[in-house]
């Protein structure tokens, strides 16, 4: 039973750049969510996609936007790249999005770790 | 606001000795989850708590939920080498999860 997975694990892009990263959720979940974890910080909600839409969205810019598949896998886009977005970026799913607002846990990927230059 | 507290920010214990992380909330919380995160690695769900003055254990760990759902408590007792991590309180608000900033255990052999 697979958990879940993101690519690529490592990225390294320059400022101004765009970059896309990949969550397939765990083995009969539905619903991602993005995080992004500065060094020393805990995550940070960026989105969250169930049914193909975006259901919930935390304190991110624009530049910040998502996809979610038939599958159930999800996508990440940040455009015009900034140092600041440097972090670890950890998906995690999990199954209902009503379950969710009541807080059910989440299971992480090993995260794709972000370097701007 | 939504946010939860932790403290303290970092822990260093010697092999064999205990470790206790609080979390605090400003409002009452529906439920309270721990997370633990290993060095270079992701967040793993630990448990939740759910009613007023719940306490649940874990082999060596003690989960507390306060009377007033507004603080939690994680104890380790006898701490090991393979407790060094982060320990993240995170609480449901808004329709997300909401993590604290962690408290970073290091444990000397």
């Known amino acids: 039973d697979a958990g879940v997975t993101q690519s690529p694990t490592h990225l390294i892009k320059t400022r101004g750049q765009q970059v896309t990263l990949r969550c397939s959720p765990k083995s009969g979940h539905d619903t991602v969510s993005w995080y992004q974890q500065a060094l020393g910080q805990g995550p940070q909600f960026i989105f969250q996609y169930y049914e193909e839409e975006e259901r919930q969205r935390g304190n991110f810019p624009d530049r910040f936007s998502g996809h979610q598949f038939p599958n159930y896998s999800s996508e990440l886009n940040v455009n015009a790249l900034l140092l600041g977005d440097s972090a670890l970026y950890l998906c995690?799913?999990?199954?209902?999005?009503?379950?969710?607002?009541?807080?059910?846990?989440?299971?992480f990927g090993n995260g794709t770790r972000l370097t701007v230059t | 606001g939504q946010q939860v507290m932790q403290i303290p920010q970092y822990q260093h214990v010697q092999e064999g000795e205990d470790f206790t992380t609080y979390c605090n909330s400003s409002?009452?919380?529906?439920?309270i989850q721990w997370y633990k995160q290993r060095p270079g690695g992701h967040p793993v769900f630990l448990i939740q708590l759910v009613k007023s003055g719940e306490v649940k254990k874990q082999k060596r760990l003690t989960f507390q939920f306060g009377e007033a759902k507004k603080n939690s408590s994680l104890h380790i007792t006898a701490t090991q080498t393979t407790d060094v991590g982060t320990y993240f309180c995170?609480?449901?608000?808004?329709?997300?999860?909401?993590f604290g900033q962690g408290t970073e255990l290091s444990v000397k052999p």
């Open positions: 995170a609480r449901p608000g808004g329709g997300k999860l909401i």
């Open positions: 995690a799913s999990s199954f209902g999005f009503k379950e969710f607002t009541s807080g059910s846990p989440l299971h």
């Open positions: 409002t009452t919380l529906s439920n």
